[in-house]
């Protein structure tokens, strides 16, 4: 499978310029050969705009879904984007939607691990890190941004079977290691592919580090942007790394029986 990136700062605060920017993105995804585009997290609304957000997100089937809908069917083209997603009982979640290449919906995750105040002000957790979803003959996982910096998270979608892990970002300058280090490490200890969408630019006082990532099996970085717009492209090719899987088979080596006891 070949997957596209999009690295971009987005319309603060504009869901239609949003969706607007996703159809141009998917036509230039599907122009360079890719069968799955990934957007950042919160690309419809913005992130880094507070109360803003709650105001702006919609239901999981809202009007702004189905347009993505639309979008991935008139293009051809898997996409996965970020969100706010109001909930029962009055929540509003961090989300990232899953659709095909025919605009049917595959999975709707919601962030389960929430950064600082800012988010904990808008946002409830989510209580379930799903499991992975098939596409094109891959499974693929979903996680948002902080979700990928927990070991446990990353190996429990690879733990069910997860070749590709996708996630949505919004990662500051100021933690650029996150990308640098963390995402390559995640792929190689799980014998899976990473791919990392972030943001770029500025969000009124939130500078984002840029540095998308798509991460392989062996650690090993297949592409990476730099701090500007850009839109990433690379191949998901999982026989190719089936030697670095046996060599460092970290999944069938665990002994779970004595991790749990650590908690």
Wanted: glycine fraction near 10%.
């Amino acid at each position: 499978m070949r997957i596209a990136l999009f690295q971009t700062q987005g319309s603060p605060g504009d869901v239609e310029a949003n969706i607007t920017a996703a159809e141009e993105a998917a036509a230039r995804a599907k122009a360079g050969g890719a069968d799955l585009l990934i957007l950042p997290e919160m690309f419809l609304s913005g992130y880094a705009i507070g109360e803003l957000a709650f105001e702006l997100a919609e239901s999981a089937d809202g009007d702004s879904a189905r347009r993505m809908a639309e979008a991935a069917r008139r293009h051809a083209i898997a996409i996965l984007y970020g969100h706010g997603e109001h909930g029962e009982g009055g929540h509003c979640y961090d989300a990232a939607t899953l659709v095909d290449a025919r605009g049917r919906h595959r999975t709707t995750y919601r962030k389960a691990h929430l950064f600082g105040d800012d988010e904990r002000t808008v946002y409830s957790p989510g209580n379930d890190l799903g499991h992975p979803h098939g596409l094109n003959g891959l499974r693929v996982g979903v996680l948002v941004s902080y979700d990928a910096e927990f070991p446990e998270a990353v190996r429990a979608l690879a733990a069910h079977g997860a070749d590709l892990i996708c996630v949505p970002a919004a990662l500051p300058e100021s933690r650029r290691k996150v990308a640098e280090l963390l995402v390559p490490a995640r792929a190689a200890e799980n014998g899976c592919f990473v791919a990392y969408a972030n943001r770029c630019w500025r969000e009124h006082e939130t500078a984002y580090a840029g540095l998308s990532t798509v991460a392989a099996p062996d650690g090993s970085v297949l592409a990476r942007a730099g701090r500007d717009e850009d839109m990433l492209f690379a191949n998901i090719d999982v026989p190719a790394y089936h030697r670095t899987r046996d060599a460092s088979p970290y999944l069938d080596d665990r002994r779970p029986e004595l991790y749990a006891a650590a908690e």
